[in-house]
């Protein structure tokens, strides 16, 4: 499952003073123009109300990875697992764990929710009827625009490349870099290897 969470940096508790921290606060000055983040007068929340709402839910935070939860019962029975990026969640879970997921989309609102088969963070997941789940990226990878050499710098491939170049070549190879830790791990000496040449060729550049 896939949801995302609508306003999720105001859904924390609300701020009192000497019980929690303050994390977002608009700062008065003495300019009449001061410029005014759109929280409301008087509205001071921690921004981590999703985190909040997943630990009063019952969800413990994993130690290798701040952004994972998991959900057990009374017994210590593995029921759910929730992955967070920003306000994008990824679920999965037996029918207990999908009540809890159900329970945390009332506390924090969910924009949507997905099932079986969506993109998230650039990845199609999707579980066919038998419960195996399957991962690709060709949307993301199709996307990818290759760098572009004029024609009459394609004749001579020694020259070093004109700062728009490098600027194309940069761009191309930070796309690639989430395709590449996402999925296509057998590329990541390549990929390594063109930034490092890329990052020297810049540098030399610019001496």
């Excluded at 007068?41 to 994993?62: N, P, Q, T, W, Y």
Aim: proline content about 3%; charged content about 25%.
């Amino acid at each position: 499952m896939s949801a995302d969470v609508k306003a999720a940096l105001l859904k924390g508790d609300a701020y009192i003073a000497g019980l929690c921290e303050l994390y977002i606060a608009n700062i008065r000055t003495n300019s009449p123009d001061e410029p005014r983040l759109p929280f409301g007068d008087g509205l001071c929340r921690g921004v981590f109300g999703l985190s909040d709402a997943l630990e009063e839910g019952g969800g413990k935070r994993s130690h290798l990875d701040a952004l994972c939860w998991t959900l057990r019962d009374e017994c210590g029975e593995l029921r759910g697992i929730i992955r967070s990026h920003v306000d994008d969640l990824l679920l999965g879970g037996d029918a207990k764990g999908q009540e809890s997921f159900a329970d945390l989309g009332k506390e924090v609102g969910f924009g949507s929710l997905d099932r079986d088969g969506f993109t998230y963070c650039g990845k199609h997941i999707s579980q066919d009827s038998e419960g195996v789940i399957k991962i690709q990226m060709f949307e993301y990878h199709k996307s990818l625009k290759p760098a572009i050499v004029a024609v009459g710098r394609r004749k001579e491939l020694s020259p070093p490349l004109t700062p728009a170049e490098t600027k194309q070549l940069r761009a191309l190879l930070g796309s690639m870099q989430w395709l590449v830790a996402q999925l296509r791990f057998y590329l990541q000496f390549q990929l390594s290897t063109l930034q490092s040449e890329l990052h020297a060729a810049a540098a030399l550049t610019f001496l």
